[in-house]
């Protein structure tokens, strides 16, 4: 498992040992895991965003910590959340991210998402200019989830 993995996953079972809000000092959770405080801010804000349903609050200095919480919402109030966090461009990996937490929040099976990803992978979109493939990924992203809640 590559360290990145072993973070957030380490922050997503504190998340789920204290009901959907945790906080950490970076320095000390680096130094438990073994890696460089750097290793853990790349994982929170890679990982633990807005579209992906987090709230990330920090405070710095000697006592400093970063609180992470869970956003819980409705299936339908989500997927509005997650339509209107993607812009006019949206790149294969963020995605997939998407896809992923709406799984890990039970919003859609495992099938669905995986005939959803398949539509927006770079395999299918192989015959749009480069330029046009991520406006065309976010348009075809928002109507599938939008159709889905209907």
């Known amino acids: 498992m ?7 996953q380490y922050i997503l079972n504190m998340l789920e040992a204290q009901d959907g809000c945790a906080e950490i000092q970076r320095n000390e959770l680096a130094g438990s895991l073994g890696c460089v405080p750097s290793q853990i801010n790349y994982v929170i804000t890679s990982r633990f965003t807005p579209e992906q349903g987090y709230i990330v609050e920090s405070r710095r200095g000697g006592g400093g910590y970063i609180r992470i919480c869970r956003v819980n919402m409705d ?7 997650i339509v209107n966090s993607v812009g006019k461009t949206l790149d294969r990996a963020t995605a997939e991210a998407m896809l992923n937490n ?3 929040r039970e919003m859609m ?3 669905t ?4 990803a398949a539509a927006l992978s770079d395999r299918t979109l192989a015959g749009v200019e480069q330029d046009k493939r991520d406006a065309l ?13 209907n």
Do not use: C, E
């Open 2 to 8: 590559r360290m990145s993995d072993l973070v957030a």
């Open 75 to 81: 299936k339908g109030t989500a997927i509005m959340h």
């Open 102 to 104: 709406m799984l890990q």
């Open 109 to 111: 099976q495992l099938q």
């Open 113 to 116: 998402a995986k005939v959803i």
């Open 137 to 149: 990924r976010a348009a075809l992203f928002k109507n599938m989830i939008i159709t889905l809640n």
